[in-house]
């Protein structure tokens, strides 16, 4: 008979029980993993997929809606305020036709120059200005949860 000259034991064999004796642990401070978290170097092209993508998910509510500007956001339709059903009459004004279309036309240009980069940071600041008011002003069909989340999307970019 030949001996058996391995070593190996039932808990030799389970790789959640192996030791590694070179393996030290090191313990960190909440400020150095604060710090990494918030400071450590990261590949920035999921932020620009973002950058460039959300625009035109915003757009596909805004762009149907394009046509029906004067009824849905002017004193010339019937506008249905959010701000209004809390009892807020005068919390903010219901433009004119001429520059509800302006506005939203305004709104629609910045989120395309916001998706091609050009003055990016100023497009931001319009369209998360504009996109927010046009959507509240017609609480009934423009405010959904899509608009919803998208919006915060923008906020949070």
């Known amino acids: 008979m030949a001996e058996h000259t391995s070593e190996t034991t039932a808990d030799d064999t ?3 029980s192996r030791r590694r004796p070179d393996r030290r642990v090191e313990t960190r401070s909440l400020s150095e993993h604060l710090h990494d978290f918030f400071y450590a170097r990261e590949v920035p092209y999921s932020l620009a997929v973002v950058r460039i993508v959300l625009p035109w998910i915003l757009m596909i509510a805004a762009l149907p ?12 339709g019937a506008p249905a305020p959010m701000w209004e059903g809390f009892g807020h009459v005068d919390l903010l004004p219901v433009f004119s036709p001429t520059f ?6 305004l709104m629609l240009c910045c989120l395309v120059t916001m998706s091609l980069g050009w003055r990016t940071r100023t497009s931001i600041l319009l369209a998360m200005v504009l996109y927010p008011y046009f959507g ?4 009934l069909s423009t405010l959904t949860k899509y608009t919803v989340v998208s919006t ?5 970019l």
């Open 14 to 16: 389970n790789p959640r």
């Open 65 to 76: 809606r394009w046509f029906h500007i004067r009824e849905l956001y002017s004193l010339d």
């Open 100 to 105: 509800a279309v302006a506005g939203y036309t």
């Open 136 to 139: 509240l002003t017609d609480a």
């Open 152 to 156: 915060h999307v923008l906020l949070l």
